[in-house]
């Protein structure tokens, strides 16, 4: 391959099988013959990775090493990878080896076939029956919920042209998420089904927490329809006040059943009282991102690097 290769990975925790990673690529580089580079970020972990980073780099010099102050996040990691590749193909890959190197010259191949992104889609995961469910559960209601067409399966795993990167770049959102802008962009895009490995050693560094927050800002950021939805709530909760108040005023003067009302009182405060959190959370959540926007923070600080 005559085009220059950039396999981002963005590390946590890693240190312990951050070596099998670099041996896996390395074996791919030569057999493919490929101009590469290797962007690592240490997404602040807790162990040593970026010492490993460091120590790989005297043995792979095409390594670039990027230490992140603090822990930023997955996509942050990625973005920040993003911003720092200079190939002609650029690759994203976890650290576990759950998206092997192995696969990507499949999907380099989609690239040369004159496609500008060639994403994964998942088909088997060794994962348990509990995150199986709430992976697919997400994907098919953001799918159903968002404004633009995002893939159902689809991660972070593709690879993508140069042009695409930089029109992701493009998009400096505090919160991003970015298969969502990987999809956006646009462009010339195919799915390539993969049957994805098991974590090679050590736990997932995405926590329940970290799972919910890539949930929400995958719906808040792609779409309408929460916010839509209050108002649906709202003629709902209209319809619903005008036919009881029907009833209520039937019963009374034609069929002169007495209005007790302490419960009836009770269950509607409770059920509108709720419904009110409800929207002013869903309205919230569009505001925080709002003043997250406006403050233009910087997304990402960066410690140290090797190589950049």
């Known amino acids: 391959m005559s085009k220059k290769v950039s396999i981002l990975v963005p590390i946590y925790n890693s240190s312990q099988f951050m070596h099998l990673l670099m041996q896996a690529i390395e074996e791919e580089r030569l057999k493919n013959n490929w101009a590469l580079e290797v962007v690592l970020v240490d997404d602040g972990s807790r162990d040593k990775s970026y010492d490993k980073i460091e120590e790989l780099s005297k043995i792979y010099p095409y390594i670039k090493g990027i230490k992140l102050s603090k822990n930023f996040g997955h996509q942050i990691a990625v973005k920040t990878a993003l911003s720092h590749c200079t190939g002609d193909y650029i690759a994203i890959i976890d650290d576990d080896l759950q998206d092997p190197p192995s696969l990507l010259p499949r999907f380099f191949a989609k690239l040369d076939e004159g496609y500008d ?20 559960s997400f994907y098919r209601i ?12 689809s991660g972070d795993f593709c690879v993508m042209k140069k042009h695409v990167v930089d029109n992701m770049l493009k998009l400096q959102e505090q919160n991003p998420f970015l298969r969502g ?58 319809s619903f006040a005008c036919i009881y108040s029907v009833i209520t005023i039937y019963g009374y003067f034609v069929q ?53």
């Open 256 to 308: 002169k059943i007495e209005t007790k009302g302490f419960a009836t009182l009770v269950i509607l405060i409770s059920f509108f009282s709720s419904l009110i959190l409800i929207c002013l959370g869903i309205i919230g959540e569009y505001i925080v991102r709002i003043y997250d926007e406006v403050r233009q923070r910087p997304y990402v600080v960066i410690e140290k690097t090797i190589n950049v």
């Open 142 to 153: 953001l799918k159903g919920m968002s404004d633009i067409y995002i893939p159902i399966d």
């Open 181 to 238: 802008i990987r999809a956006w962009v646009g462009f010339k895009q195919i799915g390539v089904e993969y049957e994805r490995s098991a974590r090679i050693d050590g736990q997932s560094g995405y926590t329940l927490k970290k799972l919910l927050k890539i949930a929400i800002d995958g719906i808040f950021s792609f779409s309408t329809a929460p916010i839509r939805l209050i108002t649906l709530l709202g003629f709902l909760g209209f």
């Open 117 to 136: 992104v060639a994403y994964g889609i998942r088909k088997k995961r060794k994962e348990s029956l509990i995150k199986r469910l709430a992976y697919s």
